[in-house]
Structure formats: structure tokens, C-alpha cells
């Protein structure tokens, strides 16, 4: 069963940059699509960005340019770097591995093709 765990939230002003990491284990690294969700206080957990097997990437609109996602094969685990944060961008911020057997080049983004999840990080945005 692979584990994640997510690192490198806190309290940042917007403009600012920060980056979370998510470390997996209990699958081969080269095996798992990684997503990112966050999810807001009071609303639904929605897509942030994906990686999948062989480093394609997607992205949700509203964080295209600002974030960027990879992989370091070497350290089993994948970043989320943001930049130019805004306060739009508060949150708990959870990483997850693929569910399904997918393709290496295929990149998910709904919430069900992904399982298990971290326990999340908090990321707020100050105005």
C-alpha cells in the first residue's frame, strides 16, 4: 500500500512563493501518478495539478503559470512549487497517489482516480 506524506505548508503574504513536497513509499516510485488537491475552508476539495508515471503534467486554470509540479525519482517523492500565491490559494493542500492502473502517460485530475491521499498541509495566504 503506498504511503504519502506532505511537507512544507505554513503562513505566507501573497505574492510570495513557497514549495510543498509529498514523499511516497510501499510503491515503486516509477508506479505512481501523484496528484495535488486542496481544499478550502467551507468548500469542496478540488484539483490542483497532476504528474503522472513518465512526468506529464496538468494543471487546474486557476493555478496555470504560477505553480509548477515535478518529480525527483531519486528522493521517491514529487514538489509543488507556488508562486505569485494569492489568497484565493488558502488551504489544505493533499497529495495523492493514482488508484487505477494507468497508463504511464496518462494524467487524472478527479478525486475518485485517486487513492490513498496524505494527511494534508495547511497553506495560508495573508492579503
Known amino acids: 500500500q503506498v504511503q504519502l506524506v506532505e511537507s512544507g505548508g505554513g503562513l505566507v503574504q501573497a505574492g510570495a512563493s513557497l514549495t510543498l513536497s509529498c514523499t511516497t513509499s510501499g510503491r515503486p516510485f516509477d508506479k505512481i501518478t501523484v496528484g495535488w488537491f486542496r481544499q478550502a475552508p467551507g468548500k469542496e476539495r478540488e484539483f490542483v495539478a497532476v504528474?503522472?508515471?513518465?512526468?506529464?503534467?496538468d494543471y487546474a486554470d486557476s493555478v496555470k503559470g504560477r505553480f509548477t509540479i515535478s518529480r525527483d525519482n531519486a528522493r521517491n517523492a514529487v514538489s509543488l512549487h507556488l508562486t505569485r500565491v494569492k489568497p484565493e490559494d488558502t488551504g489544505v493542500y493533499y497529495c495523492?497517489?493514482?488508484?487505477?492502473?494507468?497508463?504511464?502517460?496518462?494524467?487524472?485530475?478527479?478525486?475518485?482516480?485517486?487513492?490513498?491521499w496524505g494527511q494534508g498541509t495547511q497553506v495560508t495566504v495573508s492579503s
Open positions: 504528474i503522472s508515471m513518465n512526468s506529464n503534467t
Open positions: 495523492a497517489a493514482n488508484r487505477f492502473n494507468n497508463s504511464p502517460a496518462y494524467t487524472p485530475t478527479a478525486d475518485y482516480e485517486f487513492a490513498p
